[in-house]
């Protein structure tokens, strides 16, 4: 088995938002995929056998940095993945200068929250409503880790 992590071009925007469907009930569109792109945020791919199994979209504001969004197709998941893409995006955004990255998740993405957690992530404070849902909205806990050595 073969894994790579790659930086993302313009074609690959497709099979992005098809994983993200895929993850998630409220999904970003192939649009809003495309407006992040133009917009420069960096997109890392990670890929197994030559097939894009996972994504993490961000963007870096001078020392300050954000995961905008982060998926792994279900079929690929419990591989370790995600933590690769965290640790890319990570040394990516360390070589850029940044010092400080941010997140936020749902309060009920228990899985998630342990991975950052692992991962050196801490809570540091929580947006009401922030996230929707069938039946109105979810908070999200706003996390954030030190890039610093």
Do not use: C
């Amino acid at each position: 088995m073969t894994v790579e992590l790659i930086e993302a071009s313009a074609s690959d925007l497709d099979r992005v938002a098809e994983i993200d469907s895929s993850a998630f009930e409220f999904a970003w569109s192939r649009e809003q995929f495309q407006s992040s792109f133009e917009a420069g945020h960096r997109f890392v791919l990670v890929k197994e056998n030559a097939i894009i199994v996972g994504f993490a979209v961000y963007m870096q504001i001078f020392e300050q940095a954000e995961l905008l969004s982060i998926a792994i197709d279900p079929r690929y998941r419990r591989k370790g993945y995600a933590k690769m893409l965290i640790e890319q995006m990570s040394a990516n955004l360390m070589r850029g200068g940044a010092e400080q990255l941010f997140l936020e998740v749902r309060v009920s993405n228990q899985p998630a929250i342990s991975l950052y957690e692992k991962m050196g992530f801490k809570a540091i404070s929580r947006r009401k409503g922030y996230y929707p849902t069938k039946d109105g909205h979810e908070d999200a806990i706003v996390m954030q880790k030190n890039l610093l050595r």
